[in-house]
């Protein structure tokens, strides 16, 4: 948090009303496919709360929606990494002070074919499937025979560089090595997993929320001798799961006006609640209706 400051408060974009009611205050919202639905949900729920402002919510993954914040196009960059130093020196030699805001938390799950073996995998594992120069490239390398998948091989799913999710699985799983070539890489989360679901071979990884009954989640084991964890709003909450982020925006110095009341509210119990609701874990405990 340390590496961001303050600065100017960020435009916000006028769209005028039709029948005389008066300018509303556009926010202009962007970024992570991890949280597009997240932002799309309080955006329909603050324009009832708020009438006078409305929310416009795109996706197209993290480094899109960082970019577009610091050249000055969106209001609120939605992020599911913490912004590279490349990025923060861009920001600051174009005069803009990013600040970031943790809005909720993720457990960065590991999806495998329901006919797969496997419940329990180890983050050095994850690396050897992964990494350029890991040593597992079939099922049998781990021990086991996936019925279903004749080859044995180990199909790779990941996610476009431009994305969050894929910069933070090669920070927290490669610890900043390279990914192995040859890997199927989806434009999005939901893409992932339905890969993941039809291909007995796969092991693809995605956000929490994104879990579904046609794949299976092992626990993940961080270093050597630690406990395997499942993946669970509990544990991304209390950090006990080895691969769980914070869940991030970004705004182009501190908030005023009606940014600034959009994420508070955002924080408030109304706005965790629904973050709640759709698979992610919230701030802190809350008591929803």
Request: hydrophobic letters at 40%; proline letters at 4%.
């Amino acid at each position: 948090m340390n590496r961001f400051f303050k600065s100017a408060p960020a435009v916000l974009f006028l769209l005028a009303c039709g029948g005389g009611s008066g300018d509303r205050v556009v926010i202009q919202n962007r970024g992570s496919d991890t949280l597009v639905n997240v932002a799309q949900a309080w955006a329909e729920r603050y324009a009832e709360v708020n009438p006078a402002v409305a929310v416009a919510v795109t996706g197209g993954g993290s480094g899109t929606g960082i970019a577009a914040m610091i050249n000055g196009t969106v209001d609120i960059a939605n992020a599911s990494r913490e912004m590279r130093e490349s990025e923060l020196e861009d920001a600051l030699a174009r005069g803009v002070s990013p600040v970031e805001h943790i809005v909720g938390f993720d457990a960065l799950a590991v999806f495998l074919h329901p006919s797969n073996p496997i419940d329990a995998i180890s983050r050095a594992e994850l690396a050897q499937i992964y990494a350029e120069g890991g040593s597992f490239v079939s099922w049998t390398d781990l021990g086991v025979t996936v019925p279903g998948c004749s080859s044995g091989e180990i199909i790779r799913i990941s996610r476009q560089n431009n994305s969050g999710t894929y910069a933070y699985f090669q920070e927290a799983v490669l610890l900043g090595d390279e990914f192995k070539l040859g890997s199927r890489d989806m434009n999005g989360s939901s893409e992932v997993v339905e890969l993941v679901a039809n291909t007995p071979c796969a092991i693809g990884y995605s956000g929490l929320a994104y879990a579904s009954d046609h794949v299976k989640m092992p626990c993940v084991s961080g270093d050597e001798g630690s406990p395997c964890v499942t993946p669970s709003k509990e544990s991304a909450l209390d950090h006990s799961y080895p691969i769980a982020r914070s869940l991030l925006m970004y705004t182009a110095g501190e908030p005023t006006g009606a940014i600034a009341e959009y994420m508070n509210w955002i924080k408030s119990t109304e706005g965790q609640c629904i973050i709640l609701r759709l698979g992610y874990a919230p701030l802190s405990q809350v008591t929803c209706a």
